[in-house]
């Protein structure tokens, strides 16, 4: 099956610090990666919608500035989180869809804590 | 714009025992539907999916989920749980039509929990 890493899995960064998560594809080419936030005991919130090559989609609500996405390439997206606060901690999850598929790989996530 | 609704925050269930995990859906568009379950501290993985044909599905570890169109209904069941079925399920859909990049909408997850 297709599968998706990112690392770090876990990260402790101090307030005010930036912090840059990396999602890869390791078996197929990902023409869309998505980015997730997950509060604890919560559902998946869609953060951004990324196509390689473009400019990421980001949902209402999101702060494009605060979180940079970057999908240079067809196996590797990015999430940086900026001068991050407490309130940014949270269970960051990437996923990725090949082209002309519908479905989905989920990455294992990444545990963000900023102090 | 779509909605997923799971009925049910938490299930606590007996080892043995079946479960029925609901979900509904709203939508103004055909679409695929899927269950994902997350164990603690980790991404979600794929039980099964509904993209067309038999409104039986089957999936991984001995779980089946069965669409039902008019009633918008999208329920997961297994006849026996174990112990290690203990984990967050997510119920979720997607358009048919790709122009969203097939993004997926959550429900807001049920627990369920196997007790000895």
């Known amino acids: 099956g297709a599968v998706v890493s990112q690392h770090p899995s876990r990260v402790i960064c101090k307030s005010g610090t930036s912090v840059k998560i990396e999602c890869r594809s390791l078996?197929?080419?990902?023409?869309?990666m998505f980015w997730y936030r997950q509060f604890p005991k919560q559902s998946l919130m869609l953060m951004a919608t990324?196509?390689?090559?473009?400019?990421?989609?980001?949902e209402q609500g999101v702060e494009k500035d605060k979180f940079l996405i970057n999908h240079a390439s067809l196996t590797l997206s990015t999430l940086t989180v900026t001068s991050a606060h407490p309130e940014d901690s949270s269970f960051y999850i990437c996923?990725?869809?090949?082209?002309?598929?519908?479905?989905?790989?989920f990455g294992p996530g990444t545990r963000l804590t900023v102090l | 714009a779509q909605s997923v609704t799971q009925l049910d925050s938490q299930v606590p269930v007996f080892e043995e025992a079946p479960v029925e995990l609901r979900c509904n859906y709203s939508?103004?568009?055909?679409?695929?539907l899927f269950w994902y379950v997350q164990y603690p501290n980790q991404g979600l993985q794929l039980l099964l999916k509904?993209?067309?044909?038999?409104?039986l599905v089957k999936g991984i570890n001995g779980f089946e989920a069965e669409f039902n169109k008019s009633q918008t209904s999208f329920h997961l069941r297994k006849p026996s749980v174990h112990i290690s079925d203990t984990a967050e399920y997510f119920c979720?859909?997607?358009?048919?039509?790709?122009?969203?990049?097939?993004?997926?909408?959550f429900g807001k997850g049920t627990l369920l929990t196997v007790n000895p």
């Open positions: 979720a859909v997607s358009d048919r039509g790709g122009g969203s990049n097939y993004k997926l909408t």
């Open positions: 990324s196509n390689e090559g473009s400019k990421a989609t980001y």
């Open positions: 996923s990725a869809r090949g082209g002309g598929s519908y479905e989905q790989f």
């Open positions: 939508s103004s568009v055909s679409v695929y």
């Open positions: 509904y993209l067309s044909g038999s409104t």
């Open positions: 078996d197929f080419q990902a023409t869309t």
